[in-house]
């Protein structure tokens, strides 16, 4: 039982460049969620999914993708990064009313 | 709209002293509250939550915390502070049925 993982653990890219972040839960939550987390503002949610086939946004979206691709898996993408999604991001998942689980986070920067 | 406070960037103790997190909030209705810990370079790990019951709820690591409905807080204790306490403490409701609000966090030192 890993838990929640994420790929890659550390990411370098530039401005323009595209990459995905991959997240995998083998406890069979529905609820799986992205947030990212810069310093002083807690923890931001990007999107999430409250179940396999459903998507929505989050209080900071733009920029970003997400596919939930099937009942373990979510992945974020960022089409054209830019300096300002310099962040740590995390992925985590849940039912309905218990604690979240996190994975270990994916730190990127982007120049 | 809705929103945690945690009033403090950073709180100071010394070892064996017993410490306090706060932690207040804003949400319509009766939330879930919970607490997270998370050490450097580390996902934030479950503490404990309240969601119904005795207002003092006890989690991990010897820590507990207190719901107070009329003050609309939810602070973090512990009655023996440890130096591998120390960490960033991060306070989080989840309205019902919606998505989880953290605070923005509190820095906790434990001084040997």
């Known amino acids: 039982n890993a838990g929640v993982t994420q790929t890659p653990k550390f990411q370098v890219l530039k401005t323009g460049q595209s990459m995905t972040l991959q997240c995998a839960q083998d406890?069979?939550?529905?609820?799986m969620y992205w947030y990212r987390q810069d310093p002083g503002m807690g923890l931001r949610l990007i999107y999430y999914?409250?179940?396999?086939?459903?998507?929505d946004k989050g209080e900071v979206p733009n920029g970003y993708n997400v596919s939930r691709l099937n009942k373990r898996e979510f992945s974020l993408r960022l089409e054209s990064a830019a300096p300002s999604q310099t962040s740590v991001y995390f992925c985590?998942?849940?039912?309905?009313?218990?604690?979240?689980?996190f994975g270990p986070g994916t730190r990127l920067t982007v120049l | 709209a809705q929103s945690v406070a945690q009033p403090e960037d950073q709180v100071n103790v010394a070892e064996g002293n017993p410490l306090t997190v706060k932690c207040t909030y804003s949400?319509?209705?009766?939330?879930?509250l919970f607490w997270y810990v998370q050490y450097p370079n580390r996902g934030l790990q479950f503490l404990l939550k309240?969601?119904?019951?005795?207002?003092l709820v006890k989690g991990s690591y010897g820590f507990e915390a207190e719901f107070n409905k009329s003050q609309t807080s939810f602070h973090l204790k512990k009655p023996s502070a440890l130096v591998s306490d120390s960490a960033l403490y991060f306070c989080?409701?989840?309205?019902?049925?919606?998505?989880?609000?953290f605070g923005p966090g509190t820095r906790l030192s434990v001084l040997p």
């Open positions: 985590a998942s849940t039912y309905t009313k218990d604690e979240q689980f």
């Open positions: 406890m069979n939550h529905n609820s």
């Open positions: 999914s409250a179940s396999e086939g459903t998507t």
């Open positions: 949400v319509s209705g009766n939330p879930y």
């Open positions: 309240y969601i119904t019951g005795d207002n």
């Open positions: 989080a409701v989840r309205p019902y049925g919606q998505n989880f609000v």
